[in-house]
């Protein structure tokens, strides 16, 4: 069974700086593609960032300079380094992983950790 436990979501003021992490446990082959999503209020779920396992980076417009995704192979875990942050960044952050494990190949995702920016 896999698992993906985000942590670092909590209440901040605007301007101010935050660290997700996400650790990734189980019977895992391999992690693939890992990504942050987010999801406000009333909107669609939404892509932050994501990182291959070759360390190629992308990022939403909306979050690009701000926010770096990071992570750490021998620690199956994903990072979200999100600075200058901004109310309209509050959502729930939801960690996602394309895992290899002995049975298949296919997205796993976390629970969700809230992040609310205060102006």
């Known amino acids: 069974q896999v698992q993906l436990v985000e942590s670092g979501g909590g209440v901040v003021q605007a301007g101010r700086s935050l660290k997700l992490s996400c650790v990734v446990s189980?019977?895992?082959?391999?992690?693939?593609?890992m990504g942050w999503y987010r999801q406000a209020p009333g909107n669609q779920r939404e892509l932050v960032g994501s990182?291959?396992?070759?360390?190629?980076?992308d990022y939403s417009d909306s979050v690009k300079g701000r926010f770096t995704i990071s992570r750490d192979s021998a620690k199956n875990t994903v990072y979200l380094q999100m600075n200058s942050l901004k109310p309209e960044d509050t959502a729930i952050y939801y960690c996602?992983?394309?895992?290899?494990?002995?049975?298949?190949?296919?997205?796993?995702w976390g629970q969700g950790t809230q992040v609310t920016v205060s102006s």
């Open positions: 189980g019977s895992i082959f391999a992690i693939r593609n």
């Open positions: 990182i291959t396992d070759g360390g190629n980076t």
């Open positions: 996602n992983a394309v895992i290899l494990t002995p049975w298949d190949r296919r997205n796993y």
